[in-house]
Each structure stands twice: as structure tokens, then as C-alpha cells.
């Protein structure tokens, strides 16, 4: 009877030291993220219909073309740069490649940093810059496009800062990095100038991941 007891106790105690563990493992999400934008109720098919990314269209630094099916069913941090800043670019991205360095061999996970400069900002530019950050090119997209479509994602579907003048004026230099899950939706913003905001990031990311990895078990359930 008393070895039973032992072992209930001990039982007990250990709980919540595995629980604790797997915690800090991102194996369990203690609390969801939230999902950032508008969001709208649809009748059609009785749910809460949440901002989404929406299609787009850019080049990469190996002249390939980067668009929606390159992270469709992806976990992505998205950020704008330019290869020729001298001062908030160069401390931003060595932020990402932190962040990048942890999950480079991750299959469900990319990075894309659109340029804000594609007049300056070649495809060899590109390339060059992402050789320096050691930015596999199927992992970690430095992509260029035209300067109406690259304003319009930062503004419309990174919810990054608005464009109060005209295009050609226009200048976005933003130093946050922008979480988004795999069904396209925003789950967090994040400085990219603030090391601390990057092990949140690397935090944030496992519990999407878990999220990932629970849809697709669901998934495969549904199709059982």
C-alpha cells in the first residue's frame, strides 16, 4: 500500500515538471496567438473570416519568380529593407539571421525580405547581400518587384506603415518583422532592432508550428 502511495506522490510531483519541460520545448501552447487585422463574420460558412496575405508576385535573389504558392501552407517572418541602408537595415537583419539561423533546416518555415529600393536593388544586389547574411536562396527569399507592389504588401497586407504621400515619394523603412502562420494569417509584430523581440520570435514561431503540426493531424484524420 505504501508503494502505491510512493508512487501516486511521486506521480503527482512529476506532472508538472514535464509540463513545465515540454513548455519550454514549444511543445504545448499554454495560450494561442492572436491573429492581427480586420475580420469579418462570413454567414456562408459560419465562422470569423480573419485578414489574410493576398496574392502577390516578386523576384528573388536568384531571379526566380517568389509568389503565394512559394508559402502556401508555410510558417514565414516578413520584413523590408534595402541593401544600401546604413544604419536600422544592417542591425535588422542580423536580427532575422539569428532567428533565420534557427530554423534554416525547418521544411515548414521561410523568411522574406522584400527590398523598399528596387530601383537600386538588383537581382545581383540581392544576391550578393544574401551571400553575406549565408541566406539559402530556397529558405530565406531577398525578393524585388515593382515599387507599387512592394508598397501595397507592406501597407495592405503587412499592416506595416502607411503611405502618406505620393508613390513616388514614398519611402517605407520599417524596422518590424512580421509573423504569419500557415493558413496566411498575421500572428505578431515584432522589432527587429530589439534582441530580446527575437527570442520571443523563435518562441512565437514553435507555437505555430504546433498549431501546424495540429491542423495537419487533423487533417489527415478528416481524410481517414
Same mark, same amino acid.
Given at each position: 500500500?505504501?508503494?502505491?502511495?510512493?508512487?501516486?506522490?511521486?506521480?503527482?510531483?512529476?506532472?508538472?515538471?514535464?509540463?513545465i519541460a515540454?513548455?519550454?520545448?514549444?511543445?504545448? %501552447?499554454?495560450?494561442?496567438?492572436?491573429? &492581427?487585422? #480586420?475580420?469579418?463574420?462570413?454567414?456562408? @460558412?459560419?465562422? $470569423? !473570416?480573419?485578414?489574410?496575405?493576398?496574392?502577390?508576385?516578386?523576384?528573388?535573389?536568384?531571379?526566380?519568380?517568389?509568389?503565394?504558392?512559394?508559402?502556401?501552407?508555410?510558417?514565414?517572418?516578413?520584413?523590408?529593407?534595402?541593401?544600401?541602408?546604413?544604419?536600422?537595415?544592417?542591425?535588422?537583419?542580423?536580427? %532575422?539571421?539569428?532567428?533565420?539561423?534557427? &530554423?534554416? #533546416?525547418?521544411?515548414?518555415?521561410?523568411? @522574406?525580405?522584400? $527590398? !523598399?529600393?528596387?530601383?537600386?536593388?538588383?537581382?545581383?544586389?540581392?544576391?550578393?547581400?544574401?551571400?553575406?547574411?549565408?541566406a539559402q536562396?530556397?529558405?530565406?527569399?531577398?525578393?524585388?518587384?515593382?515599387?507599387?507592389?512592394?508598397?501595397?504588401?507592406?501597407?495592405?497586407?503587412?499592416?506595416?506603415?502607411? %503611405?502618406?504621400?505620393?508613390?513616388?515619394?514614398?519611402?517605407?523603412?520599417?524596422?518590424?518583422?512580421?509573423?504569419?502562420?500557415?493558413?496566411?494569417?498575421?500572428?505578431?509584430?515584432?522589432?527587429?532592432?530589439?534582441?530580446?523581440?527575437?527570442?520571443?520570435?523563435?518562441?512565437?514561431?514553435?507555437?505555430?508550428?504546433?498549431?501546424?503540426?495540429?491542423?495537419?493531424?487533423?487533417?489527415?484524420?478528416?481524410?481517414?
Open positions: 500500500m505504501k508503494k502505491y502511495a510512493f508512487l501516486l506522490v511521486f506521480a503527482l510531483l512529476l506532472i508538472p515538471i514535464l509540463w515540454l513548455l519550454k520545448q514549444g511543445q504545448i %501552447v499554454s495560450q494561442q496567438l492572436p491573429v &492581427y487585422g #480586420e475580420r469579418s463574420y462570413s454567414s456562408e @460558412i459560419g465562422d $470569423t !473570416v480573419y485578414h489574410t496575405i493576398s496574392d502577390f508576385s516578386f523576384v528573388n535573389q536568384d531571379g526566380l519568380v517568389i509568389n503565394q504558392d512559394s508559402l502556401r501552407g508555410k510558417i514565414y517572418v516578413a520584413n523590408f529593407f534595402f541593401t544600401t541602408c546604413p544604419d536600422i537595415c544592417p542591425s535588422m537583419m542580423k536580427n %532575422v539571421q539569428f532567428v533565420y539561423n534557427k &530554423y534554416n #533546416e525547418a521544411p515548414d518555415i521561410r523568411f @522574406i525580405s522584400h $527590398t !523598399v529600393d528596387p530601383k537600386q536593388d538588383s537581382v545581383a544586389a540581392l544576391k550578393k547581400y544574401a551571400d553575406n547574411l549565408g536562396s530556397n529558405r530565406w527569399y531577398l525578393v524585388t518587384g515593382s515599387k507599387a507592389a512592394l508598397y501595397f504588401a507592406a501597407e495592405h497586407d503587412y499592416l506595416l506603415a502607411a %503611405v502618406e504621400t505620393s508613390l513616388e515619394d514614398a519611402f517605407i523603412h520599417s524596422e518590424k518583422l512580421v509573423l504569419i502562420d500557415h493558413k496566411g494569417h498575421i500572428r505578431g509584430f515584432y522589432n527587429g532592432l530589439e534582441f530580446r523581440e527575437m527570442r520571443k520570435l523563435v518562441d512565437d514561431i514553435k507555437a505555430l508550428v504546433v498549431e501546424l503540426q495540429h491542423d495537419k493531424a487533423s487533417s489527415g484524420k478528416q481524410i481517414q
